[in-house]
């Protein structure tokens, strides 16, 4: 038997118990649309991973850029990850997104630089940092474009606090 969110938390009536609850989709694209760093989870085989990165949220995709190393590696074998981005307040006061799809690098890597979603994700990651690809980048090593299809979304919010 799982044990009710009052009795999860609280053996004192009139202590206040957090409520938990399902972020909707209009939600959950706000918060990724307000945020800029996120973290991206991926696996192969028996290992998973799971980095920080700055991002853009714009018309169900993910937009970020990374360096080459083992992610890539990583993810050339296994294109599917999760994405997660929270809101922290305190204890029972914050909000989690994670998304789950496929990773896709455009434009620089793949030889496409005339591809659509590499010049609309320069466009976008620019909102971030103006010189990004440029010759100024202070972060010219993260060379690859990249985008996440948010195929699956799910969110949660907790709201209360105990005392």
Not at 117 to 134: D, K, M, Q, S
């Amino acid at each position: 038997m799982t044990p009710s969110n009052s009795e999860r938390f609280s053996d004192k009536p009139n202590e206040a118990t957090p409520l938990f609850r399902e972020l909707g989709r209009e939600e959950i694209e706000q918060i990724l649309a307000r945020n800029n760093v996120g973290r991206i989870a991926f696996s192969l085989h028996d290992r998973v991973d799971i980095e920080p990165i700055s991002y853009v949220f714009d018309s169900g995709w993910i937009y970020g850029r990374t360096s080459h190393g083992t992610k890539l590696s990583t993810i050339a074998h296994h294109r599917w990850v999760a994405f997660e981005v929270d809101e922290v307040k305190d204890m029972f006061e914050w909000c989690s997104v994670v998304v789950k799809g496929a990773f896709y690098l455009v434009g620089a890597d793949t030889g496409m630089h005339q591809d659509p979603a590499f010049t609309h994700g320069v466009e976008l990651l620019r909102a971030l940092i103006p010189e990004t690809l440029t010759a100024n980048d202070p972060t010219a090593f993260r060379n690859s474009v990249f985008r996440i299809h948010l195929d699956e979304v799910t969110g949660r919010a907790a709201h209360g606090s105990q005392h």
